[in-house]
Each structure stands twice: as structure tokens, then as C-alpha cells.
């Protein structure tokens, strides 16, 4: 495995909290971002990244998984290499749990910060891929927890403040705790309604 990111202790959370900018084909050398999140998402236990995490605020998603099977986020081989450029959610839809933790969110001891976060089960995206072209989508089931989870991240917004009650744990028991509460699809198709963020 390689280094964790070490933004939060260098940095702190205020840099995480800034909203990231729209990235610039002309002047942005986003290929060189892409591969950085590449090199990361290859060699760290994560589903996905986005660039501030690394020092970068661009508006960019990098996801390696979008599997629940964490046992995925171990194996250097798997990596699904999908990059949204610029993504905007149009619409949102359903209701689904899942324990989420964060490579950025570690305190001094190695622990994650954790805790089970409400995203929507569907939801329309529009985004530009790495060619310039503006495209449109529909995702759904886990994958949408994952790119949220990222989406939040270029808008300043972390899991924890999206969470009432959080805890520590260590990555082995958030994965044990993983196994046995499962993601928790409670409506595929209902109104999706946010709740109020907890800062």
C-alpha cells in the first residue's frame, strides 16, 4: 500500500472545506491530475478520489470502485479508471445508507472518522469526459454513494457533515462492520431528500 494522504495534518480541514473550480481544458493540465488520482486510487484502500484531497481543488472525480465489495479496494488490479470532468447533479432520486469513513478524515492515531450517511439511490449527472465533450447519465445503486461521496468533495462538504453521530474505527472494523451492515437500499425511487448539513 502506498502513503495516505496527509492533507488534513498539513493542511487542515479548512482546505478541504474550499470549493474547488471548474477545470480548464486550455490552461488545466488535467491529464496530469487524472494521473496522479490514478497512481493513488492504484496503491491506497479507496473507492474513489477527487483532486483536492491531494492538494488539487478541481472539480474532478476519480473512481476506482463501485462495488460495495470493499475486498475490491485491496486488490491493485481492480480499478475501474471512471473520470467525470466538471459533474453537475440534475437530479436525484430514491434513499440509501452506508457507513462511510474517508482517506481524508484520519485523526492522529489512524483512526477513520466514520459514520452512516443518507444518499440518494439514482441520480442524472451531466459531466465532461476527458475528450472535451459534454456528456449526460444516468447512475444508480452504489455507484451513486461513491460519486456523492466525491461530488461533496469539490463543493467543501465532507461525510462527517452529513452525519449526527460519528465514531473511530480502525480500517479493519469498518470493513468487519461493512460485512455485517450491509448498503442499505431503502427506496429506489422516492423524492430524495437531503438532510440538513450537520456543521
Known amino acids: 500500500m502506498g502513503q495516505r494522504i496527509t492533507i488534513v495534518t498539513k493542511k487542515g480541514y479548512d482546505y478541504l472545506k474550499q470549493r474547488s473550480t471548474e477545470v480548464d481544458f486550455e490552461k488545466d493540465d488535467y491529464k496530469e491530475y487524472i494521473s496522479k488520482l490514478k497512481e493513488y486510487c492504484e496503491t491506497n484502500v479507496v473507492y474513489a478520489l477527487s483532486p483536492v484531497q491531494i492538494g ?48 481524508s478524515c484520519i485523526d492522529a492515531d489512524g483512526n477513520y472518522i466514520v459514520g452512516v450517511v443518507d444518499r440518494p439511490y439514482k441520480i442524472d449527472i451531466e459531466y465532461t469526459d476527458i475528450e472535451g465533450k459534454r456528456q449526460s447519465k444516468t447512475i444508480k445503486d452504489f455507484e451513486v454513494t461513491v460519486f456523492c461521496h466525491e461530488y461533496d468533495h469539490l463543493d467543501g462538504i465532507l461525510h462527517m457533515d452529513r452525519i449526527d453521530e460519528s465514531s473511530k474505527m480502525t480500517l479493519t472494523e469498518m470493513r468487519e462492520y461493512r460485512a455485517a451492515h450491509k448498503y442499505n437500499v431503502i427506496s429506489e425511487d422516492c423524492e430524495y431528500k437531503p438532510k440538513k448539513l450537520v456543521k
Do not use: W
Open 56 to 103: 488539487i481543488p478541481k472539480r474532478l472525480i476519480y473512481i476506482r470502485n463501485t462495488s460495495s465489495d470493499m475486498s475490491k479496494n485491496y486488490d491493485g488490479s481492480h480499478n475501474e479508471s471512471i473520470i467525470y470532468i466538471n459533474p453537475v447533479i440534475k437530479k436525484a432520486y430514491g434513499h440509501t445508507q452506508f457507513l462511510e469513513g474517508c482517506e
